[in-house]
């Protein structure tokens, strides 16, 4: 099931689908606006078989129940609609932010583990095949990184005008992102939040993380850079590594020198679809989720660090 029938919803939709091969079997739950999200889904041809129902509590009455939900609504109903399919028995993967704050983002975790179903929060990127190749490589190596993340105004991505929910702040959204990226490079390590700024307009930030192993790390993100870039800058005690992931695949230097993709990854293009495998991976119990419940509980503590920081830098 796929809860919400927006920009994200339909993104989501559009993975699954390709995945599977085909639309039967899958729901879509719009709250806003069914009809509406009918009409759209019956002109593509790609998404007969399609059910779309108006509630989650309907999704559970169709002939071939589901097992397990995306939640893609707006950041405010992430909580309910989680909450909501987890009371119906289903694994939840739910969009980042977990929720608007850490207290409601913590009343998902207590759900999943009461009913021991899976919990899982989308952060794609966190799945870019570049990175855990790097990992691998630099395991061991003590390392600082520097994430940069800028955006152009009125980008369009996935057929849509890109745009950030009022109810999150930049650094708020974003957080999942940076953390679930420094966490490829340093898994076991407590990452914590040492200092955060925030423009006065919301349009860019800054983030520094410290790990318990004497690693700084440092994320700035830009809404209304002139290009849109994905960077990470990782330095190491021998050298320099970076991955630049503003397109479709990671591209990889090794102190200025172009380092190739292992080729057994090179058609894992799309994070996405790689971060619905690993959820469906960790449902069926064959392999472990790059975000588990742990990792979660580290995220749910980073946003308490941010929104601390924040609020003693706005005194």
Known sequence: MIVGGG???????????????????????????PDEVRVWADSRAELAGLTVVPTVAEAMLVDRQPQAAIISSRPRDHVRDGMDALGHGLHALVEKPLGVDPESGR???AAAQHT?????????????????????????????????????????????????????????????????????????????IGAAQESPDGGQGWI???DDRGGRHEFRCHTKAKARRRLLDIRTESGH?????????GLMTINGQPHALDESMSAMNST???????????MMGTADAVFALGDVLGL????????????????
């Open 272 to 282: 996405l679809r790689l971060e619905l495998g690993a959820f469906l991976s960790q």
């Open 116 to 192: 021991k179903r899976i919990l899982a929060v989308g952060t794609e990127f966190a799945y870019l095949p570049a990175f855990h190749q790097l990992s691998e490589e630099l395991a061991g190596a003590s390392a600082e990184m520097t994430l940069i993340w800028d955006d152009v105004e009125n980008e369009v991505r996935y057929g849509a005008t890109k745009t950030r929910h009022e109810e999150t702040g930049l650094l708020y959204d974003l957080l999942p992102h940076a953390f679930s990226i420094f966490r490829v490079f340093v898994p076991k390590a407590d990452l914590r």
């Open 107 to 109: 009343r998902l975790v």
């Open 208 to 210: 520094e993380f410290h």
């Open 241 to 249: 590594v970076s991955v630049d992931f503003s397109g479709v695949h």
């Open 300 to 315: 749910l503590a980073a946003q308490e660090d941010l929104k601390r920081t924040l609020a003693k830098a706005g005194t």
């Open 7 to 33: 920009r994200w919803g339909r993104t989501w939709l559009s993975v699954v689908v390709a995945a599977r091969g085909s639309a039967d079997g899958i729901v879509l739950a719009a709250r806003s606006r």
